[in-house]
């Protein structure tokens, strides 16, 4: 969506305001208009009596420390664990509201005193963080505004959806309680009308969206960490389990320094290797993670999962098989 001229020039002291020089071109790039435009801005700002300066040698703009906004009380540590947060090196397709933060970044880097921004800036150059990138077009971001305008006015949405447990394309009208990020995806909980109860909709397998003018009344009742209750991660399947798994020496440090579930204990082994017990709500989710450790882990308990993972593990042997044969 195309800025207003106000939206840009304030957008463009916002940009200023940061302890970096930005030279036109990337100005420009930021601000999606041409050089002639920043151009052109810059000169609103001087008539407007803000007091910019550009560095030769560094071959940028930038505005006086603190020139209009007062600094935060922030200290070294709390301004850099926000401007990590939303720094550019936040993958867009995973990072929740990536671009929004990344905005706030700008006004709250602006409004830092003047030796916080500069110890701040050469720390984050030398920083990384690593995103992974989801399947294309199973990032959910057109969906997400629609969905987050339906629960601020309580409003139904009919939604066309490629449900992965129906393994067919379902259409149903929701009625959107909590969006959840987990998992590196976007998912909204809510009245499914189809299935007549509560259910999760990953955003990325929403097609197609349509904001209804009907409204609905939420259920005050409805908590979504109830709602999720001891699932391992997001779908709730109405049935608990005792699971207890055996970790090899190899990967059972990797495993233990995680909080994987709120209701995991560990014990160790003379050899060095790990049992790790859990109640879980389902045993979909946890086999998936299972398997990633291949032969590196083995159930103990129970009979029914360890019958899932023998069955999946005979179907990759076979698999396996058939292709060395050929």
């Given at each position: 969506m195309?800025?207003?001229?106000?939206?840009?020039?304030?957008?463009?002291v916002s940009?200023?305001q940061?302890?970096?020089f930005?030279?036109?071109?990337?100005?420009?790039?930021?601000?999606k208009?041409?050089?002639?435009?920043?151009?052109?801005?810059?000169?609103?700002?001087?008539?407007?009596?803000?007091?910019?300066?550009h560095d030769?040698?560094?071959?940028?703009?930038?505005?006086?420390?603190n020139v209009?906004?007062?600094?935060?009380?922030?200290?070294?540590?709390?301004?850099?664990?926000?401007?990590?947060?939303?720094s550019?090196t936040?993958?867009?397709?995973?990072?929740?509201?990536?671009q929004?933060?990344?905005?706030?970044?700008l006004k709250i880097?602006?409004?830092?005193p003047?030796?916080?921004?500069?110890?701040?800036?050469?720390?984050?150059?030398?920083?990384s963080?690593h995103?992974?990138k989801?399947a294309m077009?199973?990032?959910?971001?057109?969906?997400?505004?629609k969905?987050q305008r339906?629960?601020?006015q309580?409003?139904?949405?009919?939604?066309?959806y490629?449900?992965?447990?129906?393994k067919?394309?379902?259409?149903?009208?929701?009625?959107?309680?909590?969006l959840?990020?987990?998992?590196?995806?976007w998912?909204?909980?809510?009245?499914?009308?189809?299935?007549?109860?509560?259910?999760?909709?990953?955003?990325?397998?929403?097609?197609?969206?349509e904001?209804?003018?009907?409204?609905?009344?939420?259920d005050?009742?409805?908590?979504?960490d109830?709602?999720?209750?001891?699932?391992?991660?997001i779908?709730?399947?109405?049935?608990?389990?005792?699971?207890?798994?055996c970790?090899?020496?190899?990967?059972?440090?990797?495993?233990?320094?995680?909080?994987?579930h709120?209701?995991?204990r560990?014990?160790?082994h003379?050899?060095?290797s790990l049992?790790?017990?859990?109640?879980?709500?389902?045993?979909t989710?946890?086999?998936?993670?299972i398997?990633?450790y291949?032969?590196?882990v083995?159930?103990?308990a129970?009979?029914?999962?360890?019958?899932r993972?023998?069955?999946?593990a005979?179907?990759?042997?076979?698999?396996y098989?058939?292709?060395m044969?050929?």
């Amino acid at each position: 969506m195309e800025l207003s001229r106000l939206q840009r020039v304030l957008r463009l002291v916002s940009i200023l305001q940061t302890n970096r020089f930005c030279s036109p071109d990337e100005l420009a790039g930021k601000l999606k208009v041409s050089r002639r435009t920043v151009f052109r801005d810059l000169d609103t700002l001087r008539k407007a009596g803000i007091p910019y300066y550009h560095d030769d040698d560094k071959g940028g703009y930038k505005i006086s420390d603190n020139v209009l906004l007062p600094p935060l009380n922030l200290d070294l540590e709390e301004a850099m664990a926000l401007l990590l947060l939303t720094s550019d090196t936040a993958n867009p397709y995973t990072m929740p509201l990536s671009q929004q933060t990344q905005r706030a970044a700008l006004k709250i880097e602006s409004a830092l005193p003047g030796h916080v921004q500069r110890h701040c800036a050469p720390v984050l150059k030398e920083t990384s963080t690593h995103y992974h990138k989801p399947a294309m077009g199973q990032d959910g971001r057109d969906s997400l505004g629609k969905l987050q305008r339906a629960i601020r006015q309580k409003r139904k949405v009919k939604i066309s959806y490629d449900s992965f447990y129906e393994k067919m394309v379902i259409n149903t009208t929701l009625s959107p309680y909590p969006l959840h990020f987990a998992n590196r995806a976007w998912y909204v909980i809510g009245y499914s009308s189809m299935h007549r109860q509560d259910r999760t909709f990953k955003l990325g397998r929403i097609l197609e969206i349509e904001v209804l003018t009907q409204r609905y009344i939420r259920d005050k009742d409805f908590c979504i960490d109830k709602y999720l209750g001891q699932a391992w991660a997001i779908i709730p399947e109405g049935k608990l389990y005792d699971v207890k798994l055996c970790f090899a020496p190899m990967v059972a440090a990797n495993v233990a320094e995680v909080l994987w579930h709120k209701t995991q204990r560990l014990s160790w082994h003379k050899d060095g290797s790990l049992v790790f017990e859990v109640q879980v709500d389902g045993l979909t989710e946890i086999s998936w993670w299972i398997l990633g450790y291949g032969d590196q882990v083995e159930v103990l308990a129970p009979k029914p999962l360890q019958q899932r993972i023998s069955q999946v593990a005979q179907r990759i042997v076979q698999k396996y098989e058939q292709a060395m044969s050929e």
